[in-house]
Structures are given as C-alpha cells and as structure tokens.
Nanobody
Framework: QVQIEQSGGGSVQAGGSLRLSCTVS???????????MAWFRQAAGSGREWISS???????TYAESVKGRFTVSRNNVQKNLDLQMDNLKPEDTAVYYC?????????????????????WGQGAQVTVSS
C-alpha cells in the first residue's frame, strides 16, 4: 500500500507563490523510483483537473493553464515530490492533490485522467485572492 502525505498550501494574493510537497511511503524499498507522479486540482463544483506529471526519470509535462508558472520536481532518494507555483491567479484556487500510478511509469506523460492514478495525497487548499 502506497501512502502519500501532503504539505503546503495556503492563501496568497494574485501574483504570489506557493510550494506544495508530497512525501511517499512505499512498502517495497525504492519502489518510488519507478512511479509516475502527477498533480491534480479540484476547484469548487468541478472534477479533478490534471495539471502536471513527472516520470520516474524526471521528464515533465504541464497543462496549458499552468505552463510557465508551475514547476514539478522529484527526489527519488528522499521519495518526495514538489510543485512550485509562481505567478498564481485567482483561477488557480482549488484543492491540490498529488497522485501516483505505480504500474504505468513508461506511459507517465500520457496519463492525464484521475482514473489513471490509484494512490492520492489528502489534498491541500490553495486560495488565490485578486
């Protein structure tokens, strides 16, 4: 069983920055190094929206809505995942989730729906005021 604990989030004015982090616990030693990891967000009244993925070897992709403003990174030794969010906009307001696909790392950058991910963090609220 994979467990993910998130930290970060909060409230910021438009144009500000926040950093989200996840720490992944695995029952197989070093399994995290094979995982496809992703970030999703869920705004009020909507489903979970894919915003970024990072493969086991560090390749990244981003939704157009966040490209150039958000940066995803990972450390496979410390088993953590970060999302640096810069130039935040009010429309970025949502609950942000990190997620893991433990079986499809080779297709990581093509996995962009919430059903592709089976392990989730608890979510972190990000509120951006105008």
């Amino acid at each position: 069983q994979v467990q993910i604990e998130q930290s970060g989030g909060g409230s910021v004015q438009a144009g500000g920055s926040l950093r989200l982090s996840c720490t992944v616990s695995t029952y197989v030693y070093d399994a995290y190094s094979l995982y496809c990891m992703a970030w999703f967000r869920q705004a009020a009244g909507s489903g979970r929206e894919w915003i970024s993925s990072i493969s086991a070897d560090g390749r990244t992709t981003y939704a157009e809505s966040v490209k150039g403003r958000f940066t995803v990174s990972r450390n496979n030794v410390q088993k953590n995942l970060d999302l640096q969010m810069d130039n935040l906009k009010p429309e970025d307001t949502a609950v942000y989730y990190c997620a893991a696909n433990v079986l499809s790392a080779s297709w990581c950058l093509n996995l962009r729906t919430d059903s592709d991910y089976k392990a989730w963090g608890q979510g972190a609220q990000v509120t951006v005021s105008s």
